[in-house]
């Protein structure tokens, strides 16, 4: 079974400039995450979609960045404009649902750079 | 607020033991869990703990404490692939995970 599928793994570009990042979960997880994690840090939760439903964005900047979940599958996270600031892998993650064990995997993330 | 402490950084010797220590704050409890991230990979599952006690799975075992707000992570028989972060992360009363910010194992021959 193919696990989260991440695209591109590594990104630079400079500011101001507009960047998207790709996400499939593993088939039939309802549960999908967009994560930033910094080094030497654990990651961050950006927000958190149920099946095509953004149930937690709280900590989405929502002034630059934005998320979808077309068809409650496929995830794209976008940032426009990028900041310096942004710098920073970016983790996806699935779970089959919000039970009780809720076993996250994740995929091998976006490394984003911006110059 | 929530809040989740471990240990910046740890070093161990090949084939020795070690326990990486979590104490956590908050806002309700469904469970701890314990993750690896090797440098520059994803974060993979270890252990899940809800009920205080110890869980053991190979060389791995996982502690919890719920009234003490603690749980370790013991890594026995250290072998130089178990070098790596762990994190420990728990979930809160809206099933949301809480992240530390990782412990880095060192391991030394």
């Known amino acids: 079974e193919a696990g989260v599928v991440q695209s591109p793994r590594y990104k630079i570009i400079e500011k101001k400039q507009p960047v998207a990042f790709w996400c499939n979960p593993i088939s039939g997880h309802n549960t999908l995450y967009w994560y930033r994690q910094n080094l030497g840090q654990g990651p961050e939760l950006l927000i958190r979609?149920?099946?095509?439903?953004?149930?937690?964005d709280s900590q989405l900047p929502k002034d630059r960045f934005s998320a979808e979940r077309l068809k409650g599958v496929d995830s794209t996270l976008k940032i426009q404009p990028a900041e310096l600031g942004d710098s920073a892998v970016y983790l996806c993650?699935?779970?089959?649902?919000?039970?009780?064990?809720?076993?996250?995997?994740f995929g091998p993330g976006t490394r984003l750079t911006v110059t | 607020g929530q809040n989740i402490d471990q240990p910046t950084e740890m070093t161990a010797t090949e084939g020795a033991i070690v326990q990486i220590n979590c104490t956590y704050q908050t806002s309700g409890f469904n469970g701890l869990f314990w993750y690896q991230q090797h440098a520059g990979e994803a974060p993979t599952f270890l252990s899940y703990?809800?009920l205080d006690g110890l869980e053991e799975k190979g060389r791995f075992s996982s502690f919890l404490s719920r009234s003490k707000g603690y749980s370790y992570l013991l890594l026995k028989e250290l072998q130089m692939k178990d070098s790596a972060s762990y994190l420990c992360?728990?979930?809160?009363?809206?099933?949301?995970?809480?992240w530390g910010a990782g412990t880095k194992l060192i391991i030394k021959p």
């Open positions: 992360a728990v979930q809160d009363s809206n099933y949301q995970l809480i």
């Open positions: 993650a699935s779970s089959l649902d919000m039970g009780v064990v809720n076993e996250q995997y």
């Open positions: 703990n809800v």
């Open positions: 979609y149920e099946n095509e439903e953004a149930v937690d």
